[in-house]
């Protein structure tokens, strides 16, 4: 299913990443279906401004990215692995 508001297709799929917890308010993880070599994670407003995040490899399949300084609204997570890129939507909201 594609967000109108965004164009993000926002199907999950079995060579998707699953991004948890939708909304976040602390701590935002990134699971991969599988290892990856040297990813990029980048997060955006809705807007399309770069936000500067920290991330950190929890395992070999999960990257955990701290969200607590964050206003409350709608961000894109972009994952950058292996020439291909993920996107999902996510939400913040109000500690």
């Known amino acids: 299913m594609v967000d109108k508001a965004t164009g993000i297709d926002e199907t999950v799929t079995a060579s998707s990443n699953?991004?948890?917890?939708?909304?976040?308010?602390?701590?935002?993880?990134?699971q991969t279906s599988g290892t990856t070599n040297n990813p990029h994670i980048k997060l955006f407003s809705i807007q399309g401004k770069e936000i500067q995040i920290d991330a950190v490899q929890v395992s070999a399949t999960k990257w955990a990215v701290n969200t607590s300084h964050l206003q409350q609204g709608q961000y894109i997570v972009s994952f950058l692995d292996n020439?291909?890129?993920?996107?999902?939507?996510?939400?913040?909201?109000?500690?």
Do not use: C, M
């Not at 699953?18 to 990134?30: A, H, R, S």
């Open 18 to 30: 699953q991004v948890f917890p939708n909304p976040v308010k602390n701590e935002l993880f990134i």
């Open 83 to 95: 020439k291909q890129v993920r996107q999902s939507k996510v939400i913040v909201k109000v500690k």
